[in-house]
């Protein structure tokens, strides 16, 4: 009996060393959300918007700046409330006019549409004090998965100071813009094929 009760404890013991020696998670100061700012006029049509395509980095919550040495590092204290890429695609759907012609609309909703709007996400980072977003975006009919038009897009923003909120700042605004661009290539693409 005496045995059984030196085991347990020496095993609580160990398991509670273990659990100490753990590092604590690192919990963000302040967390930023990419939003539509533009009320575009809608679509001549429906549209499927895609997430954007992205590395692994700039597709997750991290907030990255390029370093001195041209290596990507993480931002302390700030990150994205949810993956940027999504955030994007939510904005650029958000960007148009809900009308009774054409509706932006996500993948997962499976309605068939003539075209898509897909977009290859290649910069989304500080670069000092100045946030920087690059896209390649491409409309694509569907019916014969056709590309009707392709563009690259870009958008800098400068911030306040060298605070991490506001280089945060920065970049949310040139990502708003990025995915505003995006939007209005959407509508003159479609306005054309008509």
């Not at 998670?25 to 395509?53: C, H, K, N, Q």
């Not at 990255?64 to 650029?92: C, K, N, Y």
Request: net charge negative; aromatic share 4%.
């Amino acid at each position: 009996m005496n045995l059984k009760l030196a085991i347990i404890g020496m095993s609580t013991l160990a398991v509670s060393a273990c659990v100490s020696i753990l590092p604590e998670p690192t919990v963000a100061d302040a967390l930023y959300s990419i939003e539509a700012e533009a009320d575009l006029s809608g679509l001549s049509t429906d549209l499927i918007v895609r997430e954007p395509d992205a590395p692994r980095l700039l597709s997750g919550q991290a907030i990255v700046s390029l370093g001195g040495d041209s290596g990507l590092r993480m931002v302390p204290g700030v990150e994205w409330s949810g993956p940027a890429t999504r955030q994007i695609q939510l904005a650029i759907i958000d960007s148009f006019k809900t009308q009774d012609t054409g509706n932006a609309v996500l993948p997962e909703l499976g309605i068939f549409t003539d075209y898509e709007l897909a977009t290859q996400l290649s910069v989304l980072r500080l670069e000092g004090q100045t946030g920087v977003c690059e896209m390649v975006v491409s409309v694509i009919a569907t019916n014969n998965r056709s590309l009707m038009a392709r563009t690259e897009i870009s958008s800098s923003e400068r911030a306040r100071s060298d605070r991490s909120s506001d280089r945060a700042l920065a970049l949310r605004a040139a990502a708003t813009n990025c995915a505003t661009q995006a939007a209005q290539f959407a509508i003159e693409t479609l306005d054309d094929a008509d």
